[in-house]
């Protein structure tokens, strides 16, 4: 009987293809391949390859691989985080496997290992294979599996895909692991992100990645990079096209009904619910904004990529820009769509792909099918009108743009967001950020700020909403100076879910939580040592442990705008992952008075304005010229108007907004838990908290156990204790607090 098999794609045998590759590598891509040769002639070494999102990093080191390793029969272990780039490496192996790249030999083995369904698993490695593409979790969760097919080799090729990530624990894991087993590992670390030079920036990443090419001179124990190439080098060489940055509010709220199944699907899964998929597609007025926004700017947006969240989606927006005189059609990657019915062959896809190349289309819709792999030329612009909170999604959609004028592409790449209200439950990425730190793609500081007012009104939209909310009391809001309610700066970081999704956050930083964040971010070691956390990935009873701890040491007492407890729980999910604080950056060179509404609502106030006046002047401010910051930072009129009510409301009727000195009953007071404290009194709360650290104090500066007497320089290691329990009738007062170190209080509690 005969066992019936199947053809798998994670597997297999490249034999050389014949002919010519007729991609032919850039110039800087030629530039980074030799400076790896230079490398390349060391017995072992760890460097960093840069080339920015759309520089062709993957086809450049798959290329050089194919000829530098395993044309002369070195193994080669390329890993990577996401499932999408793993399918990208094998892709680009397969297609540039080149009889003249690979003379010497008849053909090599590969292997793609993941929890992927469509991928193979870690016992599967056979001796005999020669490339392995491996996700970092499968591979750093089966290190032994590794041990036959490392069996023997003197020199090996381990790369790392996205490799400012690379300073994860468990890619260390591996690295380390197979160094223990190879005696020359050659580690290239492949990003688009760059690297910073200075020694105190550096970091882990800088003691990973040692060696580099300087003055086309091999360096060791030094920055370590090759080659690197800047994101305005190639705009300013035409190869990519300049990134501009629009961003349109819906109006639409999503967040509100959120439970936390759903919440989970998005965050983890990238999948937005059933239900809020329809609403998406359904709603009306969003799907018209879309259809306007393109209409207006059609002569600058030119052919244009749109981006659904589903079938259903994509059907309407075809039919609202048809309705528009806009020639559009759809595509989309299954064949048959569960829900709507709808079939959709190969063959018509690549009809209607095929019609949007030859400019019959103007604008192509699709539904998870155009993100990589596809080439359009013409693109001159992507619109995103489907969230996502990957990184490497938003990579994939934006990059469908950036091709310049030298690869047959367009000068300018538009990269349009339509931003919905999700009452800032999700970590959705803002492509901005995909360029964070290598975004000097211009040197007009006018443009820089422009792009940081943007970030900034992202993180806005929740705040604005609920002003205009009747329903919600925010006189507490209202009552601070407008312009201590813009943020000074922000933490930007990314860092891995335990499956693989890469999450992007700006955690904006203000006036009221700058002293709490500086604090929190020196103590953050101390932190992880207190609670005995080693984990890549925190447990989520610990994680919101060590949340109630930052909250109870250095978020307590009065902070308006106040901190986001999530905030802080992803800053500590990073620090689990890399053992390094996220960066800060500033936003000092904005311009704050140009977004006061307090300064425009004295003007009104003094010029003594009636309503028509006052509504003709704030639509004259509102109407001027593309650089207007209010608009960017409003992002809608509505918003804007609101607050400048508010402001003029102050001056009109400043009893409504002044101190209103309640005396709480002490009693009512001192029978609750310094956490409820907090919520009636938070000055209150941190005065006890204090207090009760500042009765522990020892004449050294550090801080006693009451119990067990450890002491500590930090405050983290302790919580504030009560003398005599509450439930035997003790009381939240100065005299009954005292400071425990946690193993104390633990004791405490269970006896």
């Known amino acids: 009987m005969m066992t019936e098999r199947k053809e798998i794609t994670s597997s297999g045998w490249i034999a050389p293809r014949s002919g010519v590759n007729d991609r032919v590598p850039y110039e800087h891509q030629k530039k980074a391949m030799e400076c790896m040769n230079r490398i390349n002639a060391d017995t072992d070494f760890s460097t960093l390859v840069v080339l920015p999102t759309g520089g062709g990093k993957t086809y450049t080191a798959a290329l050089w691989l194919l000829h530098n390793a395993i044309d002369r029969h070195k193994k080669v272990l390329w890993m990577a985080h996401r499932q999408l780039l793993l399918d990208q490496a094998a892709e680009a192996f397969q297609d540039y496997a080149y009889a003249e790249t690979i003379p010497h030999i008849s ?308 990269i349009v967001s339509f931003v919905d209200d999700w009452d800032e439950h999700i970590a959705w990425v803002n492509p901005e950020s995909l360029f964070d730190g290598n975004n000097e793609f211009s040197d007009d500081m006018a443009e820089r700020i422009q792009r940081e007012i943007r970030m900034i009104s992202l993180s806005k939209i929740e705040e604005f909403a609920s002003m205009l909310d009747s329903s919600i009391d925010t006189t507490a809001l209202e009552k601070v100076p407008f312009t201590q309610r813009i943020p000074v700066g922000m933490y930007a970081f990314s860092y891995l879910e335990e499956n693989g999704m890469d999450l992007s956050c700006q955690v904006m930083v203000y006036n009221s939580t700058a002293e709490a964040y500086r604090q929190m971010m020196e103590d953050l070691p101390a932190l992880f040592t207190a609670f005995g956390a080693t984990e890549e990935y925190l447990p989520k009873n610990v994680l919101k442990e060590m949340e109630r701890q930052c909250r109870n040491t250095y978020f307590c007492g009065e902070m308006i705008p106040p901190y986001s407890a999530d905030d802080v729980m992803r800053i500590l999910k990073y620090y689990a992952q890399y053992e390094a604080a996220p960066a800060f950056y500033t ?110 104090q020892t004449p050294q500066g550090t801080y006693r156990c009451a119990c067990c007497g450890m002491e500590s320089a930090s405050r983290i290691p302790f919580q504030v204790d009560h003398i005599l329990p509450m439930n035997k009738g003790g009381k939240s007062v100065p005299e009954n607090l005292q400071i425990l170190c946690r193993s104390c209080n633990g004791r405490k509690g269970d006896q």
């Open 587 to 696: 936003f000092d060179h904005i311009d704050r008075s140009r977004l006061d509404v307090e300064i425009i609502a004295k003007h009104i106030w003094d010029e003594d304005m009636g309503r028509r006046k006052m509504a003709e002047y704030l639509d004259s401010l509102w109407a001027q010229g593309d650089d207007n910051l209010l608009r960017l930072f409003f992002g809608r009129k509505s918003y804007f108007m609101d607050q400048v009510d508010i402001e003029v409301r102050k001056l009109a009727h400043p009893d409504l907004y002044e101190e209103k000195h309640v005396t709480y009953d002490t009693k009512a007071l001192e029978d609750l838990p310094l956490y409820e404290i907090g919520k009636l009194d938070p000055q209150r709360e941190k005065d006890l908290r204090d207090g009760a650290f500042a009765k522990a």
């Open 107 to 414: 053909g090599f083995r590969y292997r793609i290992v993941s929890g992927s369904g469509n991928h193979g698993r870690a016992i599967d490695i056979r001796p005999d294979d020669d490339l392995l593409i491996v996700s970092k979790d499968s591979i750093g969760r089966n290190l032994s599996a590794l041990d036959e097919w490392l069996s023997g080799e003197e020199e090996l090729f381990l790369v790392v895909d996205e490799a400012h990530h690379s300073t994860a624990k468990t890619y260390r894991r591996v690295i380390d692991y197979v160094r223990s087993k190879v005696p020359h590992v050659k580690l290239i670390g492949l990003t688009a992100t760059p690297f910073r030079t200075a020694e105190e920036e550096q970091g882990l990443l800088g003691k990973i990645y040692t060696d580099g090419v300087k003055n086309d001179m091999v360096v060791h124990n030094d920055v370590g990079i090759t080659y690197q190439i800047s994101l305005k080098d190639l705009i300013s060489r035409r190869i990519l096209a300049k990134p501009v940055f629009e961003s349109y509010q819906t109006d639409e709220q999503y967040g509100q009904d959120l439970g936390l199944e759903a919440w989970e699907s998005i965050q983890h899964l990238d999948t937005l619910p059933e239900d809020v998929a329809r609403k998406i597609a359904e709603s009306i007025p969003r799907n018209r904004l879309i259809v306007d926004t393109y209409k207006k700017g059609q002569a600058k947006y030119g052919q244009t990529i749109v981006f659904a969240v589903d079938v259903n989606h994509a059907i309407a927006l075809n039919t609202q820009f048809r309705k528009a005189g806009i020639a559009s059609d759809y595509v989309v990657s299954s064949i048959r769509d569960a829900a709507t019915g709808v079939t959709v062959s190969r063959e018509d896809n690549e009809r209607k792909e095929q019609a949007y190349r030859n400019g019959k289309l103007q604008v192509l819709i699709n539904v998870n099918i155009l993100t990589e792999g596809v080439d359009f030329p013409k693109t001159g612009t992507v619109f995103l009108a489907r969230p996502t909170v990957s990184t490497i999604l938003m990579t994939q959609m934006v990059g469908r743009a950036l091709r310049g004028p030298a690869a047959g592409g367009t000068d300018t790449a538009y």
